[in-house]
């Protein structure tokens, strides 16, 4: 039997690796997009893999795209994996967050509540929830302490799948991912800013690199591995919440130096401080413990950061060697 699965945020760095996955396991995969005024397939095409998804117009905001979406993909498989993802944005657009990565959540659940209830629901949690964080490694059980406005939407996210998994009976699952990189991983987040930027810098094109916190630290991991963890947890015959993590913290200072030094430069010739950067409230360090989704879904982190790195900014090199 092959089974249906439909992606939101299928243009995003995850959705195109889950996208791929998915084929690769033989599902047809649909991907929900958003009308916008320009390209956002490239990480598809970049996966070779643009021809192969059925496309369907929809935005989280409008229940009703999402609606005909789930009726007309007649998905197995849910995987929602859209959401305004920067954190830095969430301070200027609270409300589009609140409403795209919070509410968005609920016209999914309710979608499939109506019309599929036996669809497996997948929700992107993260490990922006746990903020200010409680504990000194973060677990399924450590209490949630968002500081931004992206976190506090995402919390409503993850707490309304909870809700309806318990409410409806729906198969519904929480993965709480620690930060994950790849080449296709948005320009705006720290470590492509990184490998771009010394990408640059190596090749005579830029000579500073203007960063904020580079004492923040992050648990850093690989979107690829990560994404079969996603899959895992619909495989699983019950519904429930896990971390998706390395066990491993780095501060962005680390990553920066790992960056440089792979081209045989140092970043404190390069790197400036520019309090433009930072944030109104940081959260200054996370640290997953991934042991549940080892013992219960035999998934662990295959990447280590430094190969990371420079897969990232061997990736940038080539492609700003061509510009
Ligand atoms: P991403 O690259 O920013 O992708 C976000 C996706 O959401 C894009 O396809 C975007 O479409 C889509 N989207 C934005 N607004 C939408 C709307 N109103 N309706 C429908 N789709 C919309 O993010 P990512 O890194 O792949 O992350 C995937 C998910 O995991 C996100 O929910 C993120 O919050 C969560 N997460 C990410 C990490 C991480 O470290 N990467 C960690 C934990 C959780 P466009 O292409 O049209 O903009
Ligand atoms: O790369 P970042 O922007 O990622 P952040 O804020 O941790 O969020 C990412 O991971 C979350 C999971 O924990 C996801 F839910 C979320 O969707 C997203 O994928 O920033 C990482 C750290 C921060 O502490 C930030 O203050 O790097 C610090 N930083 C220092 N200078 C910078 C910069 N971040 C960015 N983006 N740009 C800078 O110049």
């Given at each position: 039997?092959?089974?249906?699965?439909?992606?939101?945020?299928?243009?995003?760095?995850?959705?195109?690796?889950?996208?791929?996955?998915?084929?690769?396991?033989?599902?047809?995969?649909?991907?929900?997009?958003?009308?916008?005024?320009?390209?956002?397939?490239?990480?598809?095409?970049?996966?070779?893999?643009?021809?192969?998804?059925?496309?369907?117009?929809?935005?989280?905001?409008?229940?009703?795209?999402?609606?005909?979406?789930?009726?007309?993909?007649?998905?197995?498989?849910?995987?929602?994996?859209?959401?305004?993802?920067f954190v830095g944005s969430s301070w200027d657009q609270p409300i589009t967050t609140g409403i795209v990565d919070g509410l968005g959540v609920t016209h999914l659940l309710e979608a499939i509540r109506q019309f599929s209830p036996h669809t497996r629901f997948y929700q992107a949690s993260t490990s922006e929830m746990f903020g200010l964080i409680q504990a000194e490694r973060q677990d399924e059980n450590t209490p949630f302490y968002p500081r931004s406005p992206y976190g506090v939407a995402k919390l409503y996210g993850h707490w309304i799948t909870v809700n309806y998994r318990e409410s409806f009976g729906l198969h519904a699952s929480s993965g709480i991912l620690f930060n994950h990189e790849s080449p296709l991983r948005g320009i705006e987040f720290v470590t492509r800013k990184v490998t771009d930027a010394v990408a640059r810098i190596k090749l005579g094109k830029q000579r500073e690199l203007r960063l904020g916190n580079i004492d923040a630290k992050r648990d850093w991991g690989f979107a690829g591995d990560y994404v079969e963890a996603m899959w895992l947890m619909l495989q699983q015959q019950k519904p429930d919440d896990y971390v998706v993590a390395t066990g491993v913290t780095t501060t962005v200072r680390e990553m920066c130096r790992i960056a440089f030094e792979h081209v045989e430069l140092n970043y404190q010739d390069h790197v400036i401080i520019d309090p433009a950067f930072f944030r109104p409230a940081e959260v200054d360090v996370l640290l997953g413990n991934p042991g549940k989704a080892e013992r219960v879904l035999g998934w662990s982190p295959k990447t280590s950061l430094e190969s990371l790195i420079h897969m990232m900014l061997d990736a940038d090199l080539r492609r700003v060697a061509k510009e």
């Open positions: 039997m092959i089974k249906n699965a439909l992606i939101t945020g299928v243009t995003g760095q995850d959705g195109a690796y889950l996208a791929k996955l998915l084929l690769e396991k033989g599902y047809r995969v649909s991907g929900l997009v958003a009308r916008r005024s320009s390209d956002t397939r490239w990480r598809l095409r970049e996966l070779g893999i643009e021809s192969e998804l059925t496309y369907l117009d929809g935005d989280l905001a409008d229940a009703s795209s999402i609606q005909r979406a789930v009726i007309k993909a007649k998905p197995d498989e849910v995987y929602n994996l859209g959401a305004q993802s």
